[in-house]
């Protein structure tokens, strides 16, 4: 039976691969001085499909939720996790009771949420949404990706493995003009592929490798930049797998965890590779037009279903991954990001699911951040919806991108997206 476009994007949630940023062919383009290297590090999760961000962070005293959502609504005496822990954080707002992790960083004061995140004019395509998202562009034309750009600013030219990306394809976010990102299936597969059936071949062919990149060509020529990277990309997909070889942990990851599985490959790179310190993991499958809970013969059962399944796999990854950095003493130097490219409608469907909003939520995830609630919860009166019964944004993701760039990266927010946006408090 083929496959839907709805399908792919659930079965999208296993898919894992990863990128590194390298030298791009074009050396002649390297001009100046590259950025001083900095000991602080930024990891990008993407839950690509569009997370409901009215069911991650629940208004649970708000009445027009529950009139909007009379089967999926998480009541307050349901947020509770699966050790009767309340996941409640305010007394407007509780976290689902799948994120009972995230709710203890939360209590440590190492969440922010920020409520209300959206763009003017939004579209509910996921891919042109995930393009202007991507690119920081509105009409999701640009070539290059905001980080993309960033990494042209601040780590073209720097030695060693600078970034990396964890996902089912290179996200368009790390396009970039003067570096390129391959894509690597795991770490074993990083590395120069041959014939293990013939016991000789990878020596030959290693060989006829390094005697054709070590071939003199004209300085600033092409053949000499492509030679060159050549050599580079060989070497260094070696000398990663020498470093990850390296990674020694007590943290026990969950097992059936994609996100989780990304996340460690992320924690092996950061812990053995110090200049690593651009990291992007997705995962799939946040598309929920039908079961997003789970319902039997018409019975709901709201604390059970896909998307409860999808945000443990998030809170228990995070939790992981946290753990490891801590234990490896770079934790403090780690700023975590999460964002879907939008949120779900307030009004549910008669498939016991939602459809495809305007506005969504963000966890900025670290032990920098100033925890709590930032932006403002956008109004679910009739009157401030639109036609389709979506409400407006209150917090444009830019500002959020902006204050990242600014405060945490310390690169100029407007080289990066063209624009200045105001900064929003959730870091110093």
Do not use: C
């Not at 601040?154 to 089912?168: I, K």
């Not at 597969?189 to 990149?213: H, I, K, V, W």
């Not at 000398?239 to 989780?260: M, W």
């Not at 992320?266 to 946040?286: H, N, W």
């Amino acid at each position: 039976m083929p496959t839907t476009r709805r399908q792919f994007i659930k079965q999208g949630a296993g898919m894992v691969t990863v990128g590194m940023v390298l030298p791009r062919i074009w050396l002649g383009e390297a001009q100046g001085r590259p950025a001083a290297p900095s000991n602080r590090k930024f990891v990008v999760i993407q839950l690509a499909g569009g997370n409901d961000g009215f069911n991650t962070v629940v208004p649970y005293t708000e009445s027009r939720y529950y009139a909007l959502r009379p089967t999926l609504a998480l009541r307050e005496a349901e947020l509770k996790d699966d050790q009767n822990r309340s996941t409640i954080i305010t007394n407007q707002f509780g976290l689902h009771p799948a994120l009972s992790e995230i709710k203890a960083l939360y209590d440590e004061g190492k969440v922010a949420a920020v409520l209300g995140v959206g763009y003017p004019n939004p579209s509910l395509s996921h891919f042109l949404s995930m393009d202007i998202w991507h690119t920081a562009d509105l009409s999701g034309l640009a070539g290059q990706g905001w980080l993309g750009r960033y990494a042209d600013l601040a780590l073209f030219g720097q030695p060693g493995l600078t970034a990396a990306a964890v996902g089912g394809e290179l996200p368009k976010g790390l396009y970039a003009n003067r570096v390129v990102i391959p894509n690597i299936v795991n770490f074993s597969f990083y590395n120069f592929l041959t014939d293990p059936a013939y016991g000789d071949d990878r020596n030959n062919q290693l060989n006829t490798f390094n005697a054709a990149a070590s071939r003199t060509f004209g300085a600033d020529t092409l053949s000499a930049s492509i030679n060159k990277t050549a050599f580079e990309s060989v070497s260094g997909a070696q000398a990663v797998q020498s470093a990850v070889g390296t990674y020694h942990s007590s943290v026990v990851y969950p097992q059936n965890n994609p996100l989780a599985d990304g996340l460690k490959m992320v924690a092996q790179l950061m812990t053995t590779i110090p200049e690593a310190g651009l990291l992007y993991v997705q995962m799939g499958g946040f598309d929920t037009h039908s079961d997003q809970i789970a319902h039997s013969s018409g019975n709901a059962n709201r604390l059970g279903g896909w998307h409860t399944t999808l945000l443990k796999w998030f809170s228990e990854g995070v939790r992981a991954f946290y753990d490891d950095l801590a234990e490896h003493g770079i934790a403090e130097d780690v700023l975590i990001m999460e964002w879907s490219e939008f949120g779900r409608r307030p009004g549910e469907n008669a498939s016991f699911g939602t459809d495809h909003g305007t506005v969504g939520q963000m966890f900025i995830i670290g032990d920098a951040v100033r925890g709590g609630l930032h932006g403002e919860q956008p109004s679910l009166a009739a009157s401030a919806l639109d036609p389709a019964g979506n409400p407006m944004f209150t917090v444009d993701f830019r500002e959020v991108y902006a204050t990242i760039l600014d405060r945490w990266l310390g690169v100029d927010s407007r080289a990066v997206l063209g624009a200045q946006f105001p900064p929003l408090d959730f870091l110093s």
